[in-house]
T-cell receptor, first 107, second 112 residues
């Protein structure tokens, strides 16, 4: 079955903390995306991964193909990072979303 | 440039009325297109996806349907809306060349 499991569901952090969001998927994906959804509903793509690690500013995304697991890290978190972070896996042409992680960073 | 337009942004419809949400993309050809629904407090659920004109894959059996009459146009429809159809509907497309994802602005549907 083409599944995507995310954890934690909710995360509250203090400004400056290092944050990790986890994503597990089933066998057979060709790519994995990390997305950010803002309170109004709009979604932006953060990363697309098929192997290894990518970094953009304070955001780092990693993927372990053998473990079928990916992580999104935020270093030196800031209140403006508060959003819903979503993992999405591509099974063939089918793009399946995880349930999302609601992140709140307090100042 | 690559863009995606989705409309209408908000919609309030009575139970039993029809629905049509439209999504068009620019700046690409032959994209993979997707319709998702997000119920209140829930994640995004894949409803339909399309790999080409007239090709629709349905993920969730329900009273909704999708059509792709042109390469860059994806339409979500219903003949008779149910209360449970209320939610936030999102169109997305994935570029075949580099796999980048783009999302529409979303359509918030309230069925009364």
């Amino acid at each position: 079955k083409n599944e995507v499991e995310q954890s934690p569901q909710n995360l509250t952090a203090q400004e400056g903390e290092f944050i990790t969001i986890n994503c597990s998927y089933s066998v057979g994906i060709s790519a994995l995306h990390w997305l950010q959804q803002h309170p109004g509903g709009g979604i932006v793509s953060l990363f697309m991964l098929s192997s290894g690690k990518k970094k953009h500013g304070r955001l780092i995304a990693t993927i372990n193909i053998q473990e079928k697991h990916s992580s999104l890290h935020i270093t030196a978190s800031h209140p403006r990072d508060s959003a819903v972070y979503i993992c999405a896996a591509l099974y063939g042409n089918k793009l399946v979303f995880g349930a999302g992680t609601i992140l709140r960073v307090k100042s | 440039s690559q863009t995606i337009h989705q409309w209408p942004a908000t919609l309030v419809q009575p139970v039993g009325s029809p629905l049509s949400l439209e999504c068009t993309v620019e700046g690409t050809s032959n994209p993979n297109l997707y319709w998702y629904r997000q119920a209140a407090g829930r994640g995004l659920q894949l409803l339909f996806y399309s790999v080409g004109i007239g090709q629709i894959s349905s993920e969730v059996p329900q009273n909704l349907s999708a059509s792709r009459p042109q390469d860059r146009q994806f339409i979500l429809s219903s003949k008779k809306l149910l209360l449970s159809d209320s939610g936030f509907y999102l169109c997305a497309w994935r570029a075949r060349l580099d796999g980048e994802l783009f999302f529409g602005e979303g359509s918030r549907l309230t069925v009364l």
